[in-house]
């Protein structure tokens, strides 16, 4: 099993990011996938869920109305749109399957 994220960087307040988590060796389209993050001095936390065939999602309340999943099963792959960002988004974001993890991508909100 390889999550590789890719898509974070550096990007203003009120901006948007596309964050992007490339899936292998496993059945893609038969798990549920998640993101989570992890800012300087805090708990990893859960910020969005997508169900296997991507019909039902879930936000934490801190980036709800802000970030949306998605998922492609022909692509392996979940994404991660980001907008109005804010200077608390600021964090390393992981890519997760039952039991693995993305090596992470750093999102960094600042002016």
């Known amino acids: 099993v390889q999550l590789v994220e890719s898509g974070g960087g550096l990007v203003q307040p009120g901006g948007s990011l596309r964050l992007s988590c490339a899936a292998s060796g496993f059945t893609f389209s038969s798990y549920p996938m998640k993101w989570y993050r992890q800012a300087p001095g805090k708990e990893r936390e859960l910020v969005t869920t997508?169900?296997?065939?991507?019909?039902?999602?879930y936000y934490a309340d801190s980036v709800k109305g802000r970030f949306t999943i998605s998922r492609d099963n022909a692509k392996n792959t979940v994404y991660l749109q980001m907008n109005s960002l804010k200077p608390e988004d600021t964090a390393v974001y992981y890519c997760?399957?039952?039991?693995?993890w993305g090596q992470g991508t750093q999102v960094t909100v600042s002016s």
């Open positions: 997508i169900s296997s065939d991507g019909t039902n999602t």
């Open positions: 997760y399957r039952l039991g693995y």
